[in-house]
């Protein structure tokens, strides 16, 4: 008989994910499905993928997100596919580089398919427990420079879990409380349980931690709106996937509506007159708030002169009566929520189920993190998510995929995936992450990315199949299906530009049917599309070879890659398109592009003293010790660091270099 006491359970995996919300989902499958044994920690397991603020995955710059996440391997696009009840490409009055897929998700489909994804992944455990600690130890290297390395977690009960990495996806639950108005609740997003305790052990750490806030509106009961007094929003007729592995013909399906009010006088009167009672204004939030998502209170305050603002009611789902009141989050008290939200046509005689509120939590203050998503002070340690300072879902998502293919690449020795501006709205995202004191939430928008042109959501697959591929998260079928994408616009394109057309009566009869200039002399087909008037489709009635051609690159691409499917062929003439009418600008960017990557080639040594380096301004030296460049490039975006320090930084490093190569 045994009578040895067991005081504690201790379990050894390969990797801790900390956290089960989007980055926390995206990080434990990235690391799960590249072999690697993770456990993935959450406070609730009812909370797994929780959308606790907007029921909807998408949007401007976000969509692109999505789609970027799913080319590399990630999951959140196949998900939204799956449980998504309205969808709406953005922007198509605008040129392709800003058009933006939004879903509208059945929020409890969503997060039960996201479980279901997690609980049938091979190598990962989910575990309902709190982390309150991490374990690290002490190492030097040959330079004799201590850094700390990681070597576990604790969790509340007292388990521990020895592993290689530990990946931070905390959210807003570090030390987070609630305030509505004069009540303050100490919980986590929709009431659950915050993590109280993993904030100490990171300062003890030596990570900087710092107060940011956001907040959500009210949701109320469908039965107590007035839809009549509404516009109705509807969804596309035809609906475009998110995933690339995604057939569209699998999700045609009957959507719901969303409706769109405005808040008025009466609304924003009874705003002003509260606003001593508002944790905002009266003082009691510490937090900073996102700019670029306010609360009632704030577009009251900041935006004066504007006589209305867009209310849009959206469902949280097919199986509840509960409706999002999106653009009216606040943290008012509950009795002047309920006013102004009955001053808003259609909302008279609302009623509230969920409160508006706002909530406060710890994150990390910038300047601490390499462009892999690792702490530059602690070997294994990674986050990725609102702990790291941004908001939203998808910029969430995506950093728990980068951050979990860097953690799984550290463990298996292999070169790091570090996404640069010029190829990824994932590289635009955590390049400023990275290299921006950034005092508010971060949020992704198109007007971020320098190179939009070249990063639009519709050619994520072509510009980053190749590297989840690499990874080992894209099998090598779906690697081939972009070989053979590519393959095809190629020939296309060629052939387009290469077919001439005569100004014979045939082709001025087709122009003069589309309102379009005669030709004087010939012309390509590429040239013709070019016209704003034509495009591809309506070409057909005068390319006679086009059909030809088509079927004869289709049975060669066959030959060498995969089956080309309907799918394929309509994403083919979608970039063919785009490629020819956009092709000058689409080439002065990827100009400017050539001359950016050559200044991010351009290394930093990580043991670079800049107080060694002369004439560099005193906030230059200052920014550069704080945030460790890895690149020249990297450098030239810091707040503080001006062309003139840049010039100096780059004659020292060549001057360094020739001594070194003497």
């Known amino acids: 008989m045994m009578d040895k006491k067991i005081h504690e359970v201790r379990e050894s995996v390969d990797v801790c994910v900390v956290g089960a919300g989007h980055a926390g989902c995206e990080a434990a499958l990235a690391c799960a499905r590249l072999g690697l044994e993770t456990v993935i920690f959450t406070v609730s397991v009812d909370s797994i993928a929780l959308m606790p ?64 994804v997690l609980e049938n992944q091979e190598h990962l455990t989910i575990k309902q427990a709190e982390v309150c600690e991490l374990l690290w130890k002490t190492e030097y290297d040959n330079n004799n420079l201590q850094r700390k390395i990681i070597t576990g977690v604790r969790i509340y009960t007292g388990g521990i879990y020895e592993c290689k990495a530990v990946i931070l996806c905390t959210g807003t639950y570090l030390n987070s409380r609630c305030l509505c108005g004069e009540a303050i609740t100490y919980t986590g997003p929709n009431g659950l349980q915050s993590a109280t305790h993993l904030s100490e052990s990171l300062q003890n750490m030596g990570i900087v931690l710092r107060r940011f806030k956001t907040g959500t509106p009210a949701r109320m009961d469908k039965r107590s709106i007035d839809f009549e007094k509404m516009e109705e929003q509807f969804g596309d007729d035809r609906i475009v996937p998110f995933s690339f592995s995604t057939d569209p013909e699998d999700i045609q399906k009957e959507q719901v509506s969303c409706w769109l009010t405005y808040t008025n006088a009466d609304t924003h009167e009874i705003i002003r007159n509260n606003l001593d009672r508002s944790p905002i204004y009266a003082g009691i939030i510490e937090g900073t708030g996102p700019r670029y998502c306010p609360s009632i209170e704030d577009k009251v305050v900041k935006f004066a002169e504007k006589e209305r603002h867009q209310v849009f009611i959206e469902p949280e789902g097919i199986h509840t009566n509960e409706m999002y009141v999106g653009g009216m989050s606040s943290s008012l ?285 005193l906030e230059a030296r200052q920014k550069l010790k704080e945030f460790r460049p890895v690149s020249v490039g990297q450098a030239s975006r810091i707040s503080g660091v001006s062309p003139s320090d840049i010039s100096v930084l780059l004659i020292y490093l060549e001057h360094r270099n020739k001594r070194e190569t003497y």
Not at 88 to 108: E, F, I, T, Y
Not at 551 to 578: C, N, P
């Open 333 to 617: 008290p509950e009795d002047v929520q309920l006013a102004m939200y009955r001053t808003v046509p259609g909302l008279e005689h609302c009623k509230i189920v969920r409160n508006a509120y706002a909530i406060e939590y710890d994150c990390i203050a910038a300047g601490q993190l390499y462009p892999t998503l690792e702490f530059r002070s602690v070997k294994g340690l990674f986050s990725a998510g609102q702990f790291n300072g941004s908001s939203g879902y998808e910029e969430a998502a995506s950093q728990g995929l980068v951050a979990g293919i860097n953690a799984a690449m550290e463990i298996l020795n292999k070169e790091p995936l570090i996404l640069d501006r010029g190829e990824s709205y994932i590289g635009v995202l955590i390049d400023d992450l990275v290299t921006k004191d950034n005092r508010e939430p971060y949020r992704m928008m198109t007007s971020r990315a320098e190179y939009r042109l070249l990063l639009r959501q519709d050619n994520a697959d072509l510009r980053l199949r190749e590297k989840g591929f690499q990874v080992g998260l894209i099998s090598l079928e779906q690697y081939r299906e972009v070989l053979a994408k590519k393959f095809l616009i190629e020939k296309e394109m060629e052939r387009l530009k290469n077919t001439m057309m005569g100004a014979n009566k045939e082709v001025q009869n087709f122009l003069e049917k589309y309102n379009s200039a005669y030709l004087k002399t010939a012309a390509s087909l590429a040239e013709l599309i070019c016209r704003p008037e034509l495009s591809y489709e309506t070409l057909k009635e005068i390319d006679k070879t086009r059909d030809d051609s088509m079927a004869y690159f289709i049975e060669e691409v066959e030959k060498l890659y995969v089956k080309v499917s309907d799918k394929l062929i309509s994403q083919v003439i979608e970039q063919v398109e785009i490629e020819i009418k956009y092709e000058g600008y689409i080439l002065r960017q990827k100009r400017q592009v050539e001359q950016y990557k050559k200044m991010e080639k351009k290394k930093i040594p990580e043991d670079l003293d800049y107080d060694q380096v002369p004439s560099l301004r």
């Open 53 to 116: 603020c907007n029921p909807n995955i998408g949007g401007s710059s976000k969509g692109h997100l999505v789609r970027e996440l799913d080319a590399l391997g990630g999951e959140m696009g196949k998900n939204i596919d799956k449980t998504f009840i309205q969808s709406k490409m953005l922007n198509l009055s605008k040129g392709p580089a800003v058009h933006s897929l939004r879903a509208q998700a059945d929020k409890a489909d969503y997060t039960r398919a996201m479980r279901t």
